[in-house]
């Protein structure tokens, strides 16, 4: 499974945009990105996924480098309740995730 | 359905003892895993199953640890002679194998304390 790496944490102002990027420069041409979130005290939610192109769904953007050795999730107004651990994942089979330590995001009232 | 469903939420146990988890997936789902995830980590995978076959087991779980899925319904994760470093949140999620990109659901986990 390819290799993801990302900042330990980070801030966001309330009501302002948040990117949160990962690394995956050993990514193969069928491996999907996915993220996950986990807020305190719940298990991970499912909150995006893409291949190749950027995606946009209720919750969240994702931004897929061209050469897919990077991509950014993309929270576009950050609220209180996105306060949570963001997991950026590749794999490559479907029969578990592999988790890193994750993104710690927290949201400043 | 309104999501998976552990029980209990909380276990404290003494060291020694043995415990037994449940894990009610979401029911149309064949897919079913557990993780483990203690404090400030991500969660460890540890087995999957895919219907009532036990298809992956992790090193992690060694032999005090067993985990069954009679009829491919629920699961049941039991922990023998638990130990102090079996403390940890013990997730279960599901998933739909004709889902490409596997989306997996979780729950909200077992927190359980080993004293």
């Known amino acids: 499974d390819a290799k993801t790496t990302q900042p330990n944490s980070m801030e966001s102002n309330e009501e302002e945009p948040v990117h949160l990027p990962c690394n995956h420069s050993t990514i193969s041409g069928t491996d999907y990105i996915h993220w996950y979130r986990q807020l305190p005290s719940q298990g991970p939610e499912y909150v995006i996924h893409g291949l190749t192109s950027n995606v946009n769904n209720r919750m969240a953007s994702l931004a897929i480098a061209e050469d897919r050795k990077s991509s950014t999730l993309i929270l576009h107004r950050a609220t209180l309740r996105d306060a949570a651990v963001y997991y950026c994942i590749t794999k490559t089979s479907y029969d578990k995730v592999i988790f890193g330590p994750g993104t710690s995001l927290s949201v400043i009232p | 359905d309104t999501g998976v469903s552990q029980d209990p939420r909380h276990k404290i146990t003494k060291r020694g003892q043995n415990v037994t988890f449940r894990c009610d997936p979401i029911s149309e789902h064949n897919r079913l895993y557990w993780y483990r995830q203690t404090l400030g980590q991500g969660p460890e995978f540890l087995t999957y199953f895919q219907n009532e076959a036990q298809l992956e087991k992790s090193r992690l779980l060694s032999d005090r640890f067993s985990a069954e899925r009679p009829k491919g319904s629920f699961s049941t994760l039991e922990i023998q002679r638990t130990e102090q470093g079996d403390s940890a949140m013990y997730l279960c999620?599901?998933?739909?194998?004709?889902?490409?990109?596997?989306?997996?659901?979780f729950g909200p986990g077992t927190r359980l304390t080993v004293l």
């Open positions: 999620a599901s998933s739909h194998e004709t889902v490409a990109y596997n989306e997996q659901f």
